[in-house]
């Protein structure tokens, strides 16, 4: 059993799955993962995910935009769920780059700011312009000031830490491999 039909139910699972548009899938799909979580500022998460996908510019950029936090947010999704269902290996590529892997202990923030340094030099090194993209859209939505007014101090300062000097860094190599 795909791991997808337990959050959405097998009469669901078979209609996105025989589903050919590829954004009206994805969006679909997450509608139903993320239709009651909220973000970090109370609100419904499924705007994050629509904000991150309306920034992309292509289609395939769009669903890697709805997906993206599909895998690492809902326990127990795999990318082999999301093949099976027809997401196409290129967006699937791009969502392995851009997903953090679970760890098994809690990290310290230091640990924390190390991984993510690593993550954002992995996703730079692969060269793929659409994993890069989609990150800066992802970090540049988390990141928003008028989004980032709405959360604790302490969460505030945590995402400047975090996301400051790799959203710069992510931003130089969109630019020149965008050239």
Same mark, same amino acid.
Not at 73 to 86: A, C, K, P, Q, S
């Given at each position: 059993?795909n791991?997808l ?8 699972f078979k ?10 899938k ?10 009651d979580?909220?973000?970090?500022a ?11 996908s ?8 769009k ?5 993206h ?31 953090? =892997?679970?760890?098994?202990?809690p990290?310290? =923030? ?5 991984c ?6 992995s ?19 988390n ?25 710069? =860094? ?10």
């Amino acid at each position: 059993m795909n791991h997808l039909e337990r959050y959405i139910g097998s009469e669901e699972f078979k209609k996105i799955k025989d589903c050919e548009d590829l954004y009206f899938k994805s969006f679909t799909l997450v509608y139903y993962l993320f239709q009651d979580r909220k973000d970090s500022a109370g609100y419904p998460y499924i705007d994050h995910l629509k904000r991150v996908s309306n920034r992309m510019t292509t289609l395939e950029g769009k669903v890697a935009g709805l997906l993206h936090d599909t895998v690492e947010d809902i326990d127990g999704v795999t990318f082999d769920d999301l093949r099976e269902i027809g997401i196409p290996e290129k967006i699937i590529e791009v969502l392995i780059l851009v997903t953090n =892997k679970k760890v098994d202990r809690p990290l310290t =923030k230091q640990e924390k700011l190390v991984c993510y340094g690593k993550k954002i030099d992995s996703i730079i090194e692969s060269g793929n312009f659409l994993a890069i993209e989609l990150k800066i859209s992802d970090m540049s939505d988390n990141y928003n000031p008028t989004r980032l007014a709405l959360c604790s101090k302490e969460l505030r300062d945590w995402f400047q830490l975090k996301y400051e000097s790799q959203l710069e =860094k992510l931003c130089s190599a969109y630019e020149l491999i965008g050239l």
